[in-house]
């Protein structure tokens, strides 16, 4: 089992800046890949980005990329997400999720075994 808790989340204007972090914790040897999804009010979770736990290549979302930069500390177990520029459209409940298979879909929630809570993000105009 993996444990994921997200932190970082708040309240921030348009323009501004966050860092969000998810500390992973149990079996964490044999996480693969780390992501981040987020969820706005009656929308469908949506995909944001995504690392492989080994290696340099990252995914992200057309909607953030350039604005977003997700990275990890494999020493602290925690994968984070900074977002730039953030904008009201932005705003969404951001999870963060993790597997353990090498063929996990990257961009599909439902491939990811282990999510956390959950932490909120609102970006006002």
């Known amino acids: 089992q993996v444990q994921l808790v997200e932190s970082g989340g708040g309240l921030v204007q348009a323009g501004g800046s966050l860092r969000l972090s998810c500390a992973a914790s149990g079996r964490t040897f044999s996480i693969y890949v780390m992501g981040w999804f987020r969820q706005a009010p009656g929308k469908e979770r949506e995909f944001v980005s995504a690392l492989r736990w080994s290696g340099s290549s990252t995914y992200y979302a057309d909607s953030v990329k350039g604005r977003f930069t997700i990275s990890r500390d494999n020493a602290k177990n925690t994968v984070y997400l900074q977002m730039n520029s953030l904008k009201p459209e932005d705003t969404a409940v951001y999870y963060c999720?993790?597997?353990?298979?090498?063929?996990?879909?990257?961009?599909?929630?439902?491939?990811?075994?282990?999510w956390g809570q959950g932490t909120q993000v609102t970006v006002s105009s």
């Open positions: 999720a993790a597997d353990h298979s090498p063929y996990t879909s990257l961009t599909t929630a439902g491939s990811y075994d282990y």
